[in-house]
């Protein structure tokens, strides 16, 4: 499982040196958009409105706009000492707490934790301490370049970190339009909606629980492969597929000896010399 960050989570003295890891991935199926004329891959570029011309990325800076069409631009150099100031901070944790006590809306993304070199033991004793008193941990932690709010828990044997949002990133319930504010149900109705809650409670079982669009799209997708419905895009003037780089060495390597035996120009032919007709007079 790929590291993506190394640090240290501490909870009063004791540090534990662990590495992260993303817990969970994103499966969608990605689809691409193509030009209908002609099948090739639509791309996008960088281009700046005022110039009217393509923008290389070593030509944008980063900046923030605090008013409209108002900028404060920021160096990359002080981005970078500011992420390193912060990157080199301890994962601190500053407060336990039990898990009820947060509503999921505040929880984003979850990392795993495996230990580092030496931290084995003190892996364990947070582990076990957390499991035995149903706590779990509030920290701050960097990741990605921000600053984040972090719970650390235990999930089937193994430290979890648990990134959540700070309280101004979650928006006022109180702004959500229409909502009633008192019920309008009978108390027949809400006795039967019970009973209906109650017939369909089962125990969780994530697994029988499926994407059945991401299922059924992929089975179209090897279906039209299967019947070769399929599209290449069309080659471009130079001869060179829109596709970017050549899926098999020796089919390059065959196109470009081809071309450069059409390219190579024709050998002149020797001109055929003409036999004279005049017969040479004899000397008397």
Not at 33 to 48: A, D
Request: proline share 5%.
């Amino acid at each position: 499982m790929h590291t993506m960050w190394k640090g240290t989570i501490s909870f009063g003295l004791v540090n534990i040196p662990v590495k992260m890891h993303a817990a969970t991935e994103n499966k969608d199926v990605r689809l691409r958009q193509l030009h209908k004329e002609c099948q090739s891959p639509i791309k996008y570029e960088k281009v700046c409105p005022v110039c009217d011309k393509p923008v290389e990325q070593e030509e944008i800076v980063k900046a923030y706009e605090y008013a409209k069409n108002k900028f404060v631009v920021l160096d990359e150099e002080d981005l970078a000492a500011l992420q390193k100031e912060q990157e080199d901070k301890a994962v601190e944790i500053v407060d336990f707490v039990k898990l009820e006590e947060i509503d999921p809306i505040y929880f984003e993304k979850s990392y795993y934790l495996s230990p580092n070199e030496g931290g084995t033991k003190a892996y364990s004793l947070l582990r076990n301490a957390l499991e035995e008193t149903g706590k779990i941990g509030v920290a701050k932690m960097i990741i990605r370049s921000k600053e984040q709010l972090a719970v650390i828990r235990v999930y089937q044997n193994t430290l979890v970190a648990e990134t959540i949002h700070y309280p101004d990133e979650v928006r006022n319930v109180a702004d959500v339009p229409n909502v009633p504010e008192a019920s309008a149900n009978s108390e027949k109705e809400l006795d039967t909606a019970k009973m209906l809650i109650e017939q369909l409670t089962t125990v969780f079982e994530p697994e029988k629980y499926t994407d059945e669009y991401r299922t059924a799209l992929l089975e179209l997708i090897e279906q039209k492969k299967n019947n070769e419905d399929t599209t290449t895009p069309v080659a471009t003037e130079k001869g060179k597929s829109t596709t970017e780089g050549a899926t098999n060495l020796m089919d390059a390597l065959q196109a470009s000896l081809d071309r450069a035996k059409q390219d190579k120009p024709k050998p002149k032919q020797p001109t055929k010399k003409v036999k004279s007709t005049t017969k040479k007079k004899t000397a008397t």
